[in-house]
């Protein structure tokens, strides 16, 4: 069992920050990659950044420069977030690829999403 568990989101101001955390937990392997989803009302669930095992990053053109990914030896993802617009308001979504290892000492590769968190910027 892999559990991915999101912290950080809120109501902020046009022009604040938040930062979002993820934490991978459970029977892990490796991990291949970890990275942010969002999902506004009536709109399709959008990459936001991603970061892969070896530290490269990939980010959607539309928010390069005020959002920044990272992640820590313990296998939580970060999501820096600057200069919010109200645009940017969005369930914001955890996933990562992680080869997890199951009950009979097998390892298996899967995607695995977090429960989603709120991030809501007023104008």
């Known amino acids: 069992q892999v559990q991915l568990v999101e912290s950080g989101g809120g109501l902020v101001q046009a022009g604040g920050s938040l930062r979002l955390s993820c934490a991978a937990s459970?029977?892990?392997?490796?991990?291949?990659?970890m990275g942010w989803f969002r999902q506004a009302p009536g709109k399709q669930r959008e990459l936001v950044a991603a970061?892969?095992?070896?530290?490269?990053t990939n980010y959607a053109d539309s928010l390069k420069g005020r959002f920044t990914i990272s992640r820590d030896a313990k296998n939580t993802v970060y999501l820096q977030m600057n200069s919010l617009k109200p645009e940017d308001t969005a369930v914001y979504y955890c996933?990562?690829?992680?080869?997890?290892?199951?009950?009979?000492?097998?390892?298996?590769?899967?995607?695995?999403w977090g429960q989603g968190t709120q991030v809501t910027v007023s104008s």
């Open positions: 459970g029977s892990i392997f490796s991990i291949n990659a």
């Open positions: 970061i892969i095992r070896d530290n490269s």
């Open positions: 996933n990562a690829e992680i080869i997890a290892t199951t009950a009979w000492g097998t390892s298996v590769l899967d995607d695995y």
